[in-house]
């Protein structure tokens, strides 16, 4: 990838089992030289949602994908909620500055508020759809369990029946807050 001989780089990338991110994104530049957009935009657009940095290797993708229009409010969103999942403040701060609509900017705008003080999520907009409310939720209480599991707990117990315990990821984290709670 490193030597940008995207016809050699392409024929044998079909045949890595477990490419890293540095070969994906390697494999998305590969896509955009040869014209191959559509696909390219569909690779990138994964790696951007990542809720960590990526290798440098990745720039180069990126700013093709820019580039491109693949780069939505929607995608940008989704990196900086993923970011919040992640602990990564500061990258969902840049991954806001992408998030250029205003109906996901207001679910950004809430979710960085919520990750600042978790207990803002009893008092969310209703604006919000069920997906973006479910993952604010989830970022609000493994923030409060951050600071203290007894928070998680509490906050848990004021959402009550709004946190859906049919969703895994939903039912995983009360697991881990209530064996915490527990020991």
Known sequence: GKKKNWDVYLSFYKGIEHPNTAMQCYFAEALFANN???????????LWQAGKSQPDACDSAFRLFRSAGGL??????????NALDANRWGL????????????????????RSVYRSPFKVINL??????THRAHLY?????????????????????LGDRFDLENP????????VGIRVAK
Do not use: C, H, M, W
């Open 36 to 46: 191959q957009t559509t696909k390219a935009i569909e690779v990138t657009a994964d």
């Open 72 to 81: 939505t409010s929607e995608i940008a969103l989704k990196r900086v909620l």
């Open 92 to 111: 969902s701060g840049y991954a806001l500055r992408f998030v250029k609509d205003d109906q996901y900017r207001r679910v950004a705008d809430s979710a």
């Open 125 to 130: 907009s209703s604006e919000l759809n069920k």
């Open 138 to 158: 989830r970022i609000a209480i493994k923030r409060a369990y951050r600071n203290d599991p007894y928070q998680a707990l509490n906050l848990l117990l004021k």
């Open 169 to 176: 990821d939903n039912l995983a984290l009360l697991s881990r």
